[in-house]
């Protein structure tokens, strides 16, 4: 990966842009008389892993994007939930379904260091999904190791993953993947292939797997994405 600080802004100004709202459809949403979280929830067995952060004390949602993870969790029984995000306009879409549901989460904007200087310790709950494989490999495992810092020893964690295309699959495909993992959509990158292992292998320093599951979105034949429940070493 040449040059991580530009594939890092790169993408998070097409995940700013890509999670903005468009006023219409607010105004669609506002609306609407029956809006539920489930709305936003992308599998309901990723909806069945959040849920379990609905008893814990406090969540945080990293790189919330809408913000499910958080909902879920508040909407299950927390009432101490942060969502973060990097984008300003992702944020705002945060505040705006937190407030058509009528959830209490907070939202934050935060840069890509925030997690370096978020106090020890501090979450005994915790959702990633689908940010961990958009980003630099570098940079995720920066985010691993600051999670497990930030969680107390408790903690349950739950990490959503797209799905992996093995360089074999991708030749086949004629996808190229840079460095053999990165896959670029219009030079913006999109996905860090791994495999279940090799993801095992980036958390074992710091977590156990207690579960591993595969999910499809809506209309995917193959379930192929995956939950990672870990809790800490
Ligand atoms: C694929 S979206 C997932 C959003 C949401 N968690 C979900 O499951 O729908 C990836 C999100 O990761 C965020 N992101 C990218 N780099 C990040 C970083 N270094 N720290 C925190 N969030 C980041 C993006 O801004 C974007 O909202």
């Given at each position: 990966m040449k040059d991580i600080k530009k594939v890092n802004s790169d993408l998070v100004e097409f995940w700013n842009e890509a999670i903005k709202l468009p006023e219409d459809y607010k105004e669609q949403v506002k609306n609407s008389s029956d809006n539920s979280v489930m709305d936003l929830v992308p599998a309901q067995k990723l909806f069945d892993a959040v849920k379990e952060?609905?008893?814990?004390k406090k969540v945080l949602d990293y790189?919330?994007?809408?913000g499910w993870g958080a909902f879920v969790a508040a909407s299950s029984g927390c009432d101490d939930v942060l969502a973060v995000d990097l984008g300003q306009d992702i944020i705002d879409s945060l505040r705006f379904y937190a407030e058509v549901l009528k959830l209490d989460v907070k939202g934050e904007v935060i840069d890509e260091n925030w997690i370096k200087s978020a106090p020890s310790m501090t979450y005994d709950g915790l959702v990633c999904s689908n940010v961990l494989d958009v980003v630099p490999l570098e940079t995720a495992e920066m985010i691993i190791k600051e999670m497990a810092r930030i969680t107390t020893s408790n903690a349950k964690i739950v990490i959503g993953l797209n799905f992996y295309i093995s360089e074999e699959m991708a030749s086949k495909r004629k996808i190229e993947l840079v460095d053999g993992m990165y896959l670029f959509v219009n030079n913006v990158l999109r996905l860090s292939s791994l495999s279940d292992d090799e993801w095992k292998n980036i958390f074992a320093p710091y977590f156990d797997v207690v579960k591993l599951d595969h999910f499809a979105w809506?209309?995917?034949?193959?379930?192929s994405r995956r939950i990672f429940v870990l809790k800490k070493k």
């Open positions: 952060l609905g008893s814990c790189g919330c994007g809408s809506e209309g995917e034949p193959v379930e």
